[in-house]
């Protein structure tokens, strides 16, 4: 993996209000020094405008297509990316617990995200689910992966899955990416 890791840029792609030192993407960069954060600066009041842009940015900035790897409104954030009339090159996408930003219990700083983009990505991809996510129901985030293209990965009731429904440095979560970025090597 080190060796296929390295030819492919990874782009981690945090949520709302980033990525605290317990979430799972915030372990895997202490594992896996490669991997890279995407700084949207301003993480209390997300602008998708202002998040796409970074991420364009942030693309452009990698020396081949990326594997994006989102989790949260970081997976909606990357949706609006891949939406722009002329996207950034793409090596793939692992989106990991897309919220409902229009759902009625969302915080309002998600609302600006609503409704998320819906075009087919043309990339390869998984959107990894829970069952028991309060931040989507399980019917609408599968609507977004048909939508978007990507494979549908159902983890069972595991939460939001970010530290506090315990997922720490998330093994399951690596060995799909790993097993990604072998299909894109291959």
Do not use: K
Request: glycine share 8%.
């Amino acid at each position: 993996m080190a060796e296929a890791a390295l030819s492919i840029p990874l782009l981690l792609v945090p949520g709302w209000c980033n990525s605290g030192p317990e979430h799972w993407q915030s372990r895997w960069q202490l594992l896996r020094p490669h991997l890279r954060r995407v700084d949207f600066g301003e993480w209390h009041h997300p602008s998708p405008q202002l998040w796409t842009t970074i991420l364009y940015q942030a693309v452009l900035a990698c020396p081949h297509p990326p594997l994006l790897i989102a989790h949260s409104l970081g997976c909606l954030a990357t949706a609006s990316l891949l939406a722009q009339p002329i996207p950034p090159p793409i090596a793939a996408a692992l989106l990991v617990a897309p919220p409902n930003p229009g759902q009625s219990h969302a915080p309002p700083e998600l609302s600006p995200f609503d409704p998320p983009a819906r075009r087919r990505f043309g990339v390869p991809g998984l959107v990894v689910i829970s069952s028991n996510d309060a931040y989507a129901e399980e019917t609408y985030r599968l609507e977004l992966a048909e939508d978007w293209g990507l494979e549908v990965v159902r983890l069972g009731a595991c939460g939001h899955i970010n530290s506090e429904s315990g997922h720490g440095d998330w093994p399951e979560g690596l060995a799909l990416l790993d097993g990604l970025v072998g299909r894109i090597e291959a």
